[in-house]
Nanobody, 123 residues
């Protein structure tokens, strides 16, 4: 079992920045793919970014490409999502997730989820 705990959400004005953190504990297995997803009010959960733990390769949704950066701190077992140039459309609950698959962006293929952290961007 793996436990994921997100932090770093909050309220920010458009154009601002936030950094989300995801702490991993339990049976950490570094072949995971780590991902960030979000769910906005009235919308389905959507993919934001992913990173392969060992390879370090990343992928981003088109809507956040160039503004968000996903990264891993191997020593601290932390996954980050740096969010810059935030827009009101980025308002959502953000979830950290871990997949046992080598690489996936499909939420249905993620095995472990955090509880989520709220990000609110005001105009």
């Amino acid at each position: 079992q793996v436990q994921l705990t997100e932090s770093g959400g909050g309220m920010v004005q458009a154009g601002g920045s936030l950094r989300l953190s995801c702490a991993l504990s339990g049976d950490i297995f570094r072949s995971y793919t780590m991902g960030w997803f979000r769910r906005a009010p009235g919308k389905e959960r959507e993919f934001v970014a992913s990173i392969r733990w060992r390879a370090g390769s990343t992928n981003y949704a088109d809507s956040v490409k160039g503004r968000f950066t996903i990264s891993i701190d191997n020593a601290e077992n932390l996954v980050y999502l740096q969010m810059n140039s935030l827009k009101p459309d980025d308002t959502a609950v953000y979830y950290c997730a871990a997949s046992l698959r080598l690489y996936t962006d499909e939420s249905t293929e993620y095995d472990y989820w955090g509880q989520g952290t709220q990000v609110t961007v005001s105009s």
